[in-house]
């Protein structure tokens, strides 16, 4: 795209900031965009320029107005242009200030690159440029490394309200003009699109990337300061007056705030009604025209808006599976009166790995299911998912793995990582799918009250899809609803230890949900049947270890 | 370790034919089958000949002899979350009759107890007991015995199983037997607390019956 233009003797090119005299470096399309900017001026119908400046209408506006690109070069040149073509006298600097209002009616500055920003310091920007720089020093600040960006905008509601009031005003007043019928002003683009444009090709060439859709965004919030609210309260005390009693100027104000900040669309056409028609010196404005032409529609801005510029990459994601082999590290952080349970938490170990690479700001971790302190997670291991949020680098193929091998070399070998990768957001659906269905693998070192016998592996490897009762377990039923759960044992199967009679292997394969460690001693026989009611005895569960957690997501490929 | 053997793996595939990367993947299953297995499988000689039962690990004994009348004795198996399991201590007068224990009733007091229904997290709808209160009924040949319930509380189950199957209490009184399960706030149970014996206490106490163990 084009770069931004400046005209080449105007004093501000070299003032501005170094950056910004960068961006606009390019003679040809300096030239280029100056001759179409030169053409578009013509065009313009002067009186209505002249009444919409004396409005209190900002350039740009007016250009926005009339369905013409907003320049983005510096204010002063435009005004030089515009004065040029108006017929002033453009070495009269002073006279294209005053002409331009401070803060326009419509946009509330924001189309003049005014805002109030940290500190409540007002910021004027000459250009599009100086705004961009500004912009894009917050992004380097941060530190963010990005391949693209994506423009966010939001503005305060009463812009809307400006732009349909204005061009409302327009149509009324000019639809008879022959210049009017010749160009729709419905082509007027919004203060929004026109600030989006100003800004983009700036931005594009400051930081070196592309603009579109992108997880790196670029949020720009306008807002009303304090002021309007304090208007706002002492209206609504006057509600309903239609005619002035008090002092003119103040009544007027505020039933013309009022009016703007109930947000009536055709506003202009009921404040008209509203307001006394034999009021004269209405808008406090040096304007001079009769009373009996349509009085503006906007309201004076003392302040500009306040603008909160904020840069951020949307989360990304990690997907991979854990095992686990202590029976002494919880899967999440876990603790209870300021003293951690267990050694360590899996979503410490591992996103204590990822966050630092990623110079994120914080990690959420989720996980397919889980399992207590004391069980191991073996086997293929569990899916998990590592949200990071405000991620300044998204880092390669080649550092993930890295990070991977990292985690499953720690000396103390707790924890292991595989199939680590950053997934996009079907990772999420990835994991909750099937997640009813979801069966598990697990070997429990059971031992019973009377020595196995040969009976006995027949009966327990004899069941399939055998469906117990499970009451709430009394070890979670103080927090948990107390229910009877219907549960799937798929199968089972008896391995038996050597030099033992009465301690055995059991592998088993459950329904998602199945609390196992009750399955074997029975919970009081609150859980039915059990492994104990099964054998005609007493059963006790010694060890439990998951050896499959059976879902199709962040496989070994 | 395995990780380091995919790499490996990845690197050679290229060179190997179809057949051997099938046959390497294979081989690379079977050892982490062996090596899941060598996991799983403990040490036998670490393993103690009776291991603690559950109860026995998750929960700590608290007995009440005589409570509110003499022989009456009771147990709470208090869990590490705060609830309570009460029931009926093994030297409880009523075992004493001929024939054990015949019945159980939960209807008494104002309300049949296995009536009501518990819901929700917060356990809306479970009846307030002081610790006084009657929970059930337990009916011998001679005589019937009315079980309390020993710790102010909700009460947040009672063992229904028990109206069925009164033989549970003769067999296990300790587990399957149990009468109910209570959920005392933690003001009200270290309030009882120092009223309870735990099992040490309680044996001495009651030697007799427990003769020389």
């Given at each position: 795209m084009a770069n931004e233009t400046e005209d080449a003797p105007t004093n501000s090119a070299s003032e501005s900031h170094a950056t910004s005299a960068d961006v606009e470096r390019n003679p040809t399309d300096e030239d280029k965009n100056e001759k179409l900017l030169n053409d578009a001026v013509q065009f313009l119908p002067t009186d209505a320029v002249k009444d919409l400046l004396s409005k209190e209408v900002c350039l740009r506006c007016i250009f926005r107005l009339f369905g013409m690109q907003v320049p983005i070069c510096s204010s002063l040149s435009v005004k030089s242009l515009l004065c040029h073509v108006l017929g002033e006298q453009a070495d009269l600097h002073q006279n294209i200030s005053s002409v331009e209002p401070n803060i326009c009616r419509s946009c509330l500055g924001i189309l003049q690159f005014t805002y109030c920003g940290d500190k409540e310091r007002v910021v004027e920007n000459e250009s599009a440029c100086d705004f961009a720089v500004a912009i894009a020093e917050l992004v380097k600040k941060e530190g963010h490394q990005i391949d693209s960006f994506s423009l966010e905008v939001s503005m305060p509601p009463t812009i809307l309200e400006n732009e349909n009031k204005l061009s409302l005003y327009v149509k009324r007043k000019y639809r008879s003009e022959a210049w009017f019928k010749d160009r729709s002003i419905s082509e007027c683009s919004s203060t929004k699109d026109a600030l989006k444009f100003a800004l983009t090709n700036p931005l594009e060439t400051l930081l070196d990337v592309k603009c579109g859709i992108s997880t790196f965004h670029i949020r720009l919030t306008y807002s009303r300061v304090e002021a309007s609210i304090r208007i706002q309260n002492f209206v609504e005390k006057i509600e309903g007056c239609k005619r002035r009693k008090v002092d003119a100027k103040n009544c007027l104000d505020t039933v013309k705030d009022k009016s703007a900040i109930t947000g009536v669309e055709n506003s202009v056409v009921s404040t008209t009604e509203v307001i006394p028609v034999d009021e004269k010196s209405s808008n406090g404005l040096q304007d001079n025209e009769?009373?009996?032409?349509?009085?503006?529609p906007l309201k004076k801005v003392n302040e500009p808006c306040r603008l909160e510029c904020l840069c951020f990459r949307t989360p990304i994601y990690f997907g991979g599976r854990y095992l686990k082999y202590s029976r002494n590290v919880s899967q999440t952080r876990w603790i209870i009166d300021e003293e951690r349970m267990g050694e360590a938490s899996i979503e410490e170990i591992i996103g204590g790995n990822i966050l630092p690479m990623c110079r994120g700001d914080s990690y959420k971790f989720h996980a397919a299911g889980r399992e207590d302190i004391d069980v191991r997670m073996l086997g293929s291991g569990r899916p998990f998912l590592f949200e990071i949020q405000n991620a300044r680098e998204v880092p390669s193929e080649l550092l993930v793995k890295e990070i991977e091998s990292k985690i499953n070399s720690l000396e103390n070998k707790l924890v292991r990582v595989k199939n680590l990768k950053i997934v996009g957001s079907q990772g999420w659906t990835l994991m909750r799918e099937g997640e009813a269905e979801k069966q598990k693998q697990y070997a429990a070192l059971v031992w019973i009250s009377r020595p196995l016998q040969d009976e006995d592996f027949q009966t327990i490897s004899s069941l399939k899809e055998t469906q117990i009762l499970q009451k709430t377990p009394i070890r979670v039923l103080h927090r948990r609803s107390p229910l009877e759960r219907e549960k799937i044992i798929n199968w089972m199967k008896i391995e038996k230890i050597a030099g033992s009679s009465q301690y055995f292997l059991l592998h088993m394969c459950t329904q998602a949900g199945t609390y196992i460690k009750e399955f074997v001693h029975g919970d009081l026989g609150r859980t039915n049947p059990s492994i104990g009611s099964i054998l005609g005895c007493r059963a006790e569960i010694l060890q439990l270890d998951v050896t499959d957690v059976k879902m199709n997501c962040f496989l070994t490929e | 370790m395995n990780d380091h053997n995919v790499y490996q793996t990845n690197n050679s595939e290229t060179e190997e034919t179809p057949e051997q990367a099938q046959q390497e993947r294979e081989k690379e299953m079977q050892d982490d089958e062996e090596e899941l297995h060598k996991l799983l499988l403990?040490?036998?000689?670490?393993?103690?000949l009776t291991p603690p039962s559950a109860i026995d690990f998750n929960f700590v004994a608290y007995f009440a002899p005589d409570?509110?009348?003499?022989?009456?004795d009771q147990y709470v198996y208090r869990h590490a979350n705060g609830l309570c399991v009460i029931g009926l201590a093994p030297t409880h007068v009523a075992f004493k009759d001929e024939g054990g224990i015949t019945a159980v009733d939960?209807?008494?007091?104002?309300?049949?107890?296995?009536g009501f229904k518990v819901t929700g997290k917060r356990k809306k709808n479970a009846q307030h007991f002081e610790s006084?209160?009657?929970v059930c009924k337990v009916c011998t040949n001679n005589d019937s015995y009315i079980v309390r319930c020993?710790?102010?509380?909700?009460?947040?189950?009672?063992?229904?199983?028990l109206i069925k199957q009164p033989g549970l209490l003769n067999s296990s009184a300790d587990r399957e037997g149990y009468i109910a399960i209570i959920m005392p706030k933690p003001a009200d149970w270290l309030k009882i607390k120092s009223s309870l014996l735990g099992l040490e206490d309680y044996k001495r106490k009651r030697e007799e019956c427990f003769g020389s163990s």
């Open positions: 009769p009373s009996e032409t349509h009085e503006f | 403990p040490n036998v000689h670490d393993l103690p409570f509110l009348k003499p022989g009456h939960f209807n008494v007091g104002k309300s049949d107890r296995s006084n209160t009657a020993c710790v102010k509380g909700s009460l947040l189950e009672v063992n229904n199983r």
